[in-house]
């Protein structure tokens, strides 16, 4: 498969999901009618709505266990064939994130009660931090890669008082510790 096939497959899967939300009512771009490149605060009604927020990190996260995740499970099939399905994971999981079911479930965490879901510009772009993340891996000594997650994980967690492993924890299990810490933010 060349890059050039890979790269249409990607983008018709990202329109696909573009598609997708859209008829699951998210809107294009933030309600509030502008775009932005970073929104930085917590607390914005404008976070998960503009073109980058505090949990693009997590997305590169993403992309640096699938690669690693298929690294391990399917090392023969070649690593664009690979990134189609890393591709296909995050878009069903941005899918699935935007769904009134898990919308309420955010709502429920300390962070999230004002929680909308993505606007389909946000959901694009986490897709492709989550392509970022994965191509990282794959040029990357894993060391630098796991440490780059690491590092990721700990500088949003201290500045926020979140990221992927306390949004994962607190969407399985509710803490309260974890609520009272992330309240202080």
Not at 103 to 113: M, N, V
Request: aromatic share 8%; with cysteine.
């Amino acid at each position: 498969m060349t890059a050039r096939i890979t790269f249409v497959l990607v983008a018709g899967m990202m329109l696909v999901q573009a598609i997708i939300l859209h008829l699951l009512g998210r809107g294009w771009i933030c309600s509030c009618g502008t775009v932005r490149l970073w929104i930085g605060d917590i607390h914005s009604s404008e976070l998960s709505q503009q073109i980058l927020d505090l949990y693009a990190p997590s997305h590169v996260i993403h992309g640096i266990i699938f690669y690693g995740v298929l690294h391990l499970l399917l090392p023969r099939l070649p690593v664009r064939a690979r990134l189609l399905i890393a591709v296909g994971i995050e878009i069903v999981w941005e899918i699935a994130e935007n769904s009134p079911v898990v919308i309420e479930a955010y709502r429920k965490q300390a962070l999230a009660a004002g929680y909308v879901g993505d606007s389909i510009l946000n959901s694009l772009m986490d897709t492709v931090s989550m392509i970022t993340g994965f191509l990282l891996a794959r040029m990357l000594p894993w060391q630098v890669t796991v440490g780059l997650a690491l590092l990721a994980e700990v500088v949003v967690g201290a500045l926020v008082h979140d990221n992927l492993t306390l949004n994962i924890l607190n969407f399985i299990h509710r803490f309260p510790a974890i609520e009272a810490w992330q309240r202080r933010v």
